[in-house]
C-alpha cells in the first residue's frame, strides 16, 4: 500500500492528478452504488413481506368470518386467494397438511410445520429465495395453522437486474471519470506548464519573455498575472542598472578627462606658475564637486527617485564661459566664440550642474563631429516672453536629413565607426533631451552633410535670484 502511495506521489502531476481523482471517483461510486442496492434491496423486501402479510390478513379475516364452515370446504376460497409462485397451506394441530394450494410452488421445498403464534422466516431451497409466513388459524373447534410461502424469484431477479445496472453504471462511471481526471489535469497543469516553459525560456534567452496570460479570476491566471508583473519589476530594475552603467560610463568620460587636463597643466607649468596653479586647482575642484553630483543624480534617476525641490536659477554665461574654457583645457587646437544676447538678469530655470551636463554633452559631440573646421559658435538670445535659446553651432561633417529624427535615441548613431573612434556610445543627446525636459524645455538639431550642426535649447527663464520648482 505504501509503495504504491509512493508510486503515485512519483508519476508526474498530470498523472498523479488522473490517478487520484480516478481513484477517488471509484471508491465514491462503491460506496454510492453499495448504499443505493442495499436500499432498493431492503425496500423490495419490505414489498414482499406486507405483501405476504395482506394474503395471511385476508385469509385470517376469511376464516374469522367463516366461524361455522368447514376448513376443507374453504378450498375454493384459498384458490382465488393465492397468487403466483405462492403456496398456502393449512395443517391441523399435528402439523399434518389438511389443504394446499400452489401455484407453481412445488409442496416438498418446505417441510410442514405448525406454530403457537405468527412468524416470518427467510428460507431456501437450493437457489430459490423462499419467505414463509406460519400463523396459528383456529375455526370453531379446529386448531390448526396457516402456512403461506412465497417464492422471491422476481426479487432476486430484480436484485440481480440492479447488480448488473450498477456495475455497468460503476463501470461506466470510473472511466467517465478517468477521461474527466484526464482532461482536468491537462487543463489544471496546462497553465503551470506554460510557466514553467516561461522560465525555461527567461532562463535561455532574457527577461523579455511572458507568460501567455488569460483573465480567468482564478489562482493560476493570478499567478500568472503576478509572475508576468515580477518579471515586469525585475526587467524595468535590470534596465535601469543597465541605463546607470551605460549614462555613468559615458557621463564621467568628460569630467574626467577634464580633470586630467587640468593635472596635466599643473605638472607642466603650475609647479612655476601661481597663477595656473590656483585656476587649475579650482578648475579641478568644481569639476570634482560636479562629479559628485553626477553619480548622485545617475544614481537617483536609475533608482527612478524623484521629489519636487526648489533650487535658484543659472546664469547662462557664466556657465558657457566655464564649460569653455575647460573644454579649452583639453582641446587646445579649438576656437570658441560666444555671443551672448540676453538681457542682464535673466536666468535659466535650471540647476547650474545640470545646464553644465547639457552643454557639455552638447559641445563634446561639436567638437567630435567638427571635421576641419575646428571652431564651434555658443549664442544665447531670447525666444518668447517666457523662454531662452542656447544655440551651439559647429561646421562639422553634420547628418544627413533621414537620421536626424532618430540621433535623441538612445544608442543611436549615424556613424558607428566614426562615434566609436570618437568615443561615442550614441547616448548623449538622449541624457540632453531628458535632462532638458526634465526642466520644461526643449531640444531640437538642425544639420546638413558636410555643412555643420546647430543644436537649440530651450529652457524657461527667471529673474535674477528668483527660485524655481523642479
Ligand atoms: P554619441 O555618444 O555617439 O556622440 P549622441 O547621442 O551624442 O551619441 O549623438 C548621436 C549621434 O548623432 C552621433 O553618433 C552622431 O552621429 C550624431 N551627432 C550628434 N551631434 C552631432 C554633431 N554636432 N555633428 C554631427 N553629428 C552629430
Redesign the pocket.
Known amino acids: 500500500m505504501r509503495k504504491s502511495l509512493m508510486k503515485i506521489n512519483a508519476l508526474p502531476l498530470k498523472w498523479r492528478l488522473t490517478v487520484w481523482t480516478s481513484l477517488w471517483m471509484c471508491v465514491f461510486f462503491l460506496l454510492y452504488n453499495s448504499a443505493q442496492y442495499l436500499v432498493l434491496d431492503r425496500w423490495i423486501l419490505i414489498q414482499d413481506r406486507n405483501a405476504i402479510r395482506t394474503s395471511m390478513d385476508e385469509i385470517q379475516g376469511y376464516y374469522a368470518d367463516n366461524v361455522s364452515r368447514d376448513v376443507l370446504g374453504s378450498k375454493k376460497f384459498l384458490e382465488k386467494a393465492n397468487q403466483r409462485d405462492q403456496l398456502i397451506r393449512i395443517l391441523d394441530r399435528d402439523g399434518k397438511v389438511m389443504l394446499s394450494i400452489s401455484d407453481d410452488l412445488p409442496e416438498k421445498w418446505v417441510k410442514p410445520e405448525s406454530v403457537n403464534r405468527t412468524m416470518l422466516v427467510r428460507t431456501w431451497h437450493e437457489k430459490d429465495h423462499l419467505l414463509v409466513m406460519r400463523s396459528p388459524l383456529t375455526v370453531g373447534s379446529f386448531k390448526g395453522t396457516i402456512e403461506l410461502i412465497r417464492n422471491m424469484e422476481n426479487y432476486e431477479r430484480l436484485n440481480q437486474i440492479l447488480l448488473v445496472i450498477m456495475a455497468l453504471g460503476a463501470l461506466g462511471g470510473i472511466t467517465f471519470s478517468m477521461f474527466g481526471g484526464i482532461l482536468l489535469a491537462r487543463q489544471f497543469v496546462k497553465p503551470i506548464a506554460g510557466l514553467s516553459e516561461t522560465m525555461r525560456k527567461i532562463k535561455h534567452g532574457g527577461l523579455t519573455e511572458r507568460v501567455e496570460f488569460v483573465d480567468n479570476k482564478d489562482e493560476l491566471s493570478k499567478l500568472s498575472q503576478v509572475f508576468n508583473e515580477m518579471m515586469d519589476r525585475l526587467e524595468a530594475s535590470f534596465q535601469q542598472q543597465n541605463q546607470f552603467v551605460e549614462d555613468a560610463s559615458?557621463e564621467l568620460r568628460t569630467p574626467i578627462a577634464i580633470i586630467e587636463g587640468h593635472l596635466t597643466l599643473l605638472a607642466r607649468w603650475g609647479k612655476n606658475d601661481p597663477s595656473v596653479l590656483e585656476e587649475s586647482l579650482k578648475a579641478s575642484l568644481e569639476e570634482l564637486s560636479r562629479l559628485k553630483n553626477l553619480t548622485q543624480d545617475l544614481l537617483a534617476s536609475s533608482l527612478g527617485e524623484s521629489g519636487q525641490t526648489e533650487s535658484e536659477g543659472s546664469n547662462p554665461a557664466m556657465i558657457i564661459r566655464k564649460v569653455v574654457d575647460d573644454f579649452a583645457v583639453i582641446h587646445p587646437g579649438f576656437t570658441f566664440e560666444t555671443n551672448f544676447r540676453l538681457p542682464d538678469g535673466i536666468h535659466l530655470a535650471i540647476t547650474e550642474h545640470h545646464l553644465k551636463q547639457i552643454l557639455m554633452?552638447v559641445l563634446d559631440?561639436?567638437i567630435?563631429?567638427s571635421g576641419q573646421q575646428k571652431k564651434v559658435v555658443i549664442t544665447t538670445k531670447k525666444s518668447g516672453n517666457n523662454e531662452a535659446q542656447l544655440e551651439i553651432a559647429?561646421n562639422?561633417?553634420?547628418?544627413a536629413a533621414d537620421?536626424i529624427p532618430h540621433?535623441?535615441d538612445r544608442f543611436?548613431?549615424?556613424?558607428k565607426a566614426?562615434?566609436r573612434k570618437?568615443g561615442?556610445?550614441?547616448?548623449?543627446?538622449?541624457i540632453a533631451k531628458r535632462l532638458v525636459e526634465d526642466y520644461r524645455g526643449t531640444i531640437t538639431?538642425a544639420?546638413a552633410e558636410r555643412q555643420g550642426?546647430v543644436?537649440t535649447i530651450s529652457l524657461p527663464i527667471v529673474m535674477d535670484s528668483q527660485r524655481f520648482l523642479i
Open positions: 559615458h554633452i559631440n561639436a567630435k563631429y559647429d562639422g561633417v553634420g547628418i537620421h540621433v535623441f543611436y548613431r549615424v556613424d566614426r562615434s570618437m561615442g556610445s550614441g547616448l548623449g543627446l538622449a538639431l544639420s550642426t543644436v
